[in-house]
């Protein structure tokens, strides 16, 4: 069985393809028309999904939507009505929108793509429940889906047994732990649904203070349900999270771009103490109706990598699976699993491992492109270990490496396929690779680290932590702080990659590094710049290499200085 998963129109955009129970191919929007979280059809990733196993359209036997357009719109109706007549104007907005798009979908994908089979629209938090689950390893999983709304559901516990998902509890619009983080995420000034890891990063620096008074804004039951006051808030009536009342108990809001304060951070703490605690008193409860230590969770909540890593000493759950795009990207891949399963009256099990799912080039391709930079020059290897040997040689010595290698990585995370990379350690790397970024001084960067190793350098909760997505935040071991120096946030974390077999020439060369520096971790950000989404194309990584300070650019087994 060939099924396409799509998502689409709200924000990261996404396509993947399953065939025979297997991920074949997944890529988001973004990749390809450069808009960052774009969140238009993404008519792009279904091509290079297509195109990456040579299928056509017609060869397709499903296609998986990752949520019921008309439930959507009904709710939104259903708000204009509650809130008439201060959601006027935003409804007015978005009226032609969903008229001309949104509500059109199955037009679009008969039309636009030319499908003409059988297509599942899938409720939002199932696809999510469904990426999260059939995922997995577990055959029984505790399960819980969090983001900002999806229709009209915002929180889902849920029991995965022998590939079937039991809905057991639910939370729905506009009580929603998301959108509350995203009214944090407005007030300090960032972008919201862009910028949340930004909040979560600035917690670091300050002190909770304002616990008591986020309470005023939140009700929150023993078993971790909850509602929002809606006075406080103005999501439903116009373009601002909050409002008049919101201010008048936490103060002016920051201005975007201006001064960050000592409050602020004590505000970013704040928030992100309340989801936590909210967070672990919904895990409790669901631990209580499933009985299981085996937890999966998805949803753009569960990309909070400082609370996941703290769901093991807080929470009953011993095993915990966060598929690396867990928002909405993931959910594309998450409706096609439940179509798929739909699709073949039988369970389903597909274990992901691996996410390099998404576009490649050749050495050929990349030394086109090279050719027509004149103040580059580069080196051709043909022995992979020379290249490891060499790059890992200059990791040692403080160059920073841009490593274009293989296929790209699925979701918001970059796993050594599109990666800039640096020494752990001094504290200056950090500096220096900021520079690069050119982003905020506060936020810290990721580690990825050799599997076999993870223990010595982490409180982690076994010996042998598997964490190959980058989705959890664990505590540095003190003796070891001064080893991972630019890596360590100001709260003594790091959020991590495990590295093994599994990520193929990445774990090589984190393997050589190791065998050079006694050291087996090294700094990994994303390949790209503030405001960018991850480099797709080897012209992209080019430019990016070319009008920053990295040292050194490695395009497959090409690599590349600056004369």
Known sequence: ????????????????????????????????????????????????????????????????????????????????????????????????????????????????????????????????????????????????????????????????????????????????????????????????????????????????????????????????????????????EGFRMFNDKFISLLGQPRIPGGKIEQRHKDIAASIQKVVEELLFAMLHHLFSLTHTTNLCMSGGVALNALANGKIYTRTPFKHVHILGAAGDSGAALGAALYGMRHGQKKEVNAPITSLYTGSSYSNESAESVLKTYPGLRYRIYDAEQDLIQEVAALLSKGKIVGWFWGKTEFGPRALGARSILSKPSPRIMKDNMNKIKRREEFRPFAGSILQEHVHEYFYTPEKKYYSPFMNVCLVVREKKRNELAAIVHADNTCRIQTVNIDNGRYYRLIKEYYRLTGVPCILNTSFNVMGEPIVEHPRQAIEDFVHSRMDILVLNNLVVTKR
């Open 1 to 236: 069985m060939k099924i396409l998963g799509v998502s689409s129109f709200y924000h990261d955009s996404a396509a993947a393809l399953f065939i025979d129970g297997k991920l074949i191919s997944a890529i988001e929007e973004e990749r390809f028309s450069r808009v960052k979280h774009d969140n238009q059809f993404p008519f792009k990733a279904i091509q290079y999904c297509l195109d990456s196993v040579g299928l056509t359209i017609d060869d397709i036997d499903a296609v998986a939507y990752y949520e019921k357009p008309l439930r959507k719109f009904e709710r939104l109706l259903e708000t204009f009505v509650e809130t008439y007549p201060f959601a006027l104007k935003p409804f007015l907005q978005a009226i032609p929108d969903w008229l001309g798009q949104k509500i059109n979908v199955e037009d679009i994908i008969r039309k636009n793509v030319g499908f003409t089979k059988r297509i599942y629209f899938v409720s939002h938090h199932l696809s999510h429940a469904s990426a999260a689950y059939y995922s997995s390893l577990f055959k029984t999983a505790a399960i819980l889906t969090i983001d900002g709304v999806g229709e009209y559901q915002t929180t889902g516990l849920w029991k995965g047994d022998g590939g079937t998902l039991s809905p057991l509890a639910r939370i729905d619009f506009p009580h929603s732990i998301g959108l509350l983080y995203s009214t944090f995420t407005a007030y300090l000034g960032f972008k919201v649904n862009e910028d949340e890891y930004k909040v979560m990063g600035l917690s670091a620096y300050g002190s909770p203070e304002y616990v008591e008074d986020i309470y005023h804004l939140i009700r929150v039951k023993p078993d971790g349900s909850f509602r929002l006051n809606m006075e406080y808030f103005s999501f439903r």
